[in-house]
T-cell receptor
Framework: NAGVTQTPKFQVLKTGQSMTLQCAQD?????MYWYRQDPGMGLRLIYY???????DKGEVPNGYNVSRLNKREFSLRLESAAPSQTSVYFC????????????FGSGTRLTVV | QQQVKQSPQSLIVQKGGISIINCAYE??????FPWYQQFPGKGPALLIA?????SEKKEGRFTISFNKSAKQFSLHIMDSQPGDSATYFC????????????FGGGTRLMVKP
């Protein structure tokens, strides 16, 4: 019963480097989301995918790109990392109407130096 | 764009006491308000939710109170225990985007033995 799996769990990047955060869910959920968590700011939506083949911007999309590779997988890419992207990143999924229950992964703690 | 204001940012309660966390939202097209609980190093997990055809919902020691006219809702934790120490997030459906949630800034609760 894995749920939502995120890799890696920790990462340190230098400014300007690129990387991809991976997310996979095994619950056959239609919708997937990427949030970032910063102290005092809660969880802010970066991008979401309401269904396979679609992606849309959330509240804070600048500096990020996403790919909904298939129904299971939703990746987040940082093309040129900046210190402002230091954060904890969470992937989540939901079946249909997401408001009725997200399942979150355990997060990726990213530090950009 | 939906905003959800959560207070306090941090809370210290003695074991056996009552913990109260408040949230206020601006607009919502869907009446459904969940609370998520997050332990250190883990992703948030759904704790309890309310659909405001009722003004209060209770599950064990956790109670949500809802005031639709004031656009406010709160979480009460009765007989708080050290195991309740966690970060709590309220959330509200993003206006006109029913499959997404906007989260409050979070409340870090510490219950002292």
């Amino acid at each position: 019963n894995a749920g939502v799996t995120q890799t890696p769990k920790f990462q340190v990047l230098k400014t300007g480097q690129s990387m991809t955060l991976q997310c996979a869910q095994d619950m056959n959920h239609n919708s997937m989301y990427w949030y970032r968590q910063d102290p005092g700011m809660g969880l802010r939506l970066i991008y979401y995918s309401a269904s396979e083949g679609t992606t849309d911007k959330g509240e804070v999309p600048n500096g990020y790109n996403v790919s909904r590779l298939n129904k299971r997988e939703f990746s987040l890419r940082l093309e040129s990392a900046a210190p402002s992207q230091t954060s904890v990143y969470f992937c989540a999924s939901s079946e249909g109407w997401g408001i009725y229950g997200y399942t979150f992964g355990s997060g990726t703690r990213l530090t950009v130096v | 764009q939906q905003q959800v204001k959560q207070s306090p940012q941090s809370l210290i309660v003695q074991k056996g006491g009552i913990s109260i966390i408040n949230c206020a939202y601006e607009n919502t097209a869907f009446d459904y308000f969940p609370w998520y609980q997050q332990f250190p190093g883990k992703g948030p997990a759904l704790l309890i939710a309310i659909r405001p055809d009722v003004s209060e919902k209770k599950e064990g020691r956790f109670t949500i109170s809802f005031n639709k006219s004031a656009k406010q809702f709160s979480l009460h934790i009765m007989d708080s225990q050290p195991g309740d120490s966690a970060t709590y997030f309220c959330a509200a459906p993003t206006y006109n985007a029913g499959n997404m949630l906007t989260f409050g800034g979070g409340t870090r609760l510490m219950v002292k033995p």
